[in-house]
């Protein structure tokens, strides 16, 4: 058999019992495409459940999906994406997050055109939000900022997200961040000169949910990661861009609390714990 075109990574778990909903919701935005071959598309779901109702669910109904049950670091999203990114098998490898969905029905088509013509090292597509799945506002262009290490996410959710194989392979996603994972991984993407392209004229529809991790930021785990980024990359010089930064943030949220300690040096201790167990090293 050839391999895929494309992989799409779907990382699940039981999402406060909506799991099932929402990656039914996902899968029937990929079944509606039109103008690809589905033996073209290969759909892999990494699952984190602490139960088997995503696993039955995919085994008896939903065909065509590659199950496959993760149950190392759970809890940690940026595991579950790379052991479905580690799976993959696909020419390129496209992020869909459970709770979200592809809009329009030709993106994959439009998608892998682009990509035929311009062999890109990937791809962002434009994004939406939505919470019923069939009305969509707040458009977002993806685009590049000097801020992502302090949590800046102006490219939208990795749904946005398709790469060449070897290229997601190579960079994956920090499993020592559970907040700033997404970030971190643009920062690596645009820092490090792949030929990434921006396809504004289509998109995916971030989930819109009550139970979302990113209603509850947590200022202590905030300031960790940051400082963690802090301390990852030297090179990016955090602490000068601390202060331009925070005249961006005020502007920008004028009301808001900041969301982390300004003081970005971790303890000793902190920073010995991560040389010691982080997959990361100080560039």
């Not at 799991?19 to 699952?47: C, N, Y």
């Not at 506002?137 to 959710?157: D, V």
């Not at 921006?198 to 998109?203: D, K, L």
Request: charged content about 20%.
């Amino acid at each position: 058999m050839t391999e895929p075109l494309i992989s799409i990574v779907i990382p699940t778990y039981e999402m406060k019992g909506q799991g099932v909903a929402f990656l039914k919701r996902a899968l029937a935005s990929i079944k509606k495409q039109t103008g690809i071959d589905p033996q073209a598309i290969e759909i892999v779901v990494s699952d984190q459940s602490e139960d088997q109702v995503i696993e039955h669910f995919c085994k008896t109904t939903s065909q065509g999906v590659q199950y496959h049950r993760t149950t190392t670091r759970r809890g940690i999203a940026a595991h579950n994406l790379n052991t479905a990114i580690a799976l993959a098998t696909g020419e390129y490898i496209k992020i869909l997050f459970q709770d979200d969905v592809l809009v329009e029905d030709h993106y994959l088509s439009t998608l892998l055109t682009i990509i035929n013509i311009e062999k890109p090292d990937g791809m962002l597509t434009g994004a939406l939000h939505t919470t019923d799945g069939e009305s969509f506002t707040n458009p977002i262009a993806p685009k590049k900022n000097p801020y992502f290490l302090f949590g800046n996410n102006t490219a939208s959710s990795p749904s946005v997200i398709t790469l060449k194989r070897e290229v997601a392979k190579a960079l994956l996603f920090d499993e020592s961040l559970k907040m700033l994972f997404d970030c971190d991984f643009y920062y690596r993407l645009f820092d490090q000169h792949f030929n990434i392209l921006i396809a504004e004229q289509i998109h995916i529809a971030n989930g819109i949910w009550e139970g979302q991790a990113q209603h509850q930021i947590n200022f202590q785990q905030f300031t960790k990661e940051v400082r963690y980024l802090n301390w990852k990359y030297p090179q990016a010089k955090l602490r000068e861009l601390l202060p331009p930064y925070q005249a961006y943030f005020g502007k920008l949220h004028p009301t808001a609390p900041f969301p982390f300690n300004t003081n970005l040096k971790a303890s000793l201790w902190q920073r010995a714990y991560w040389a010691l167990t982080s997959k990361q090293t100080p560039a």
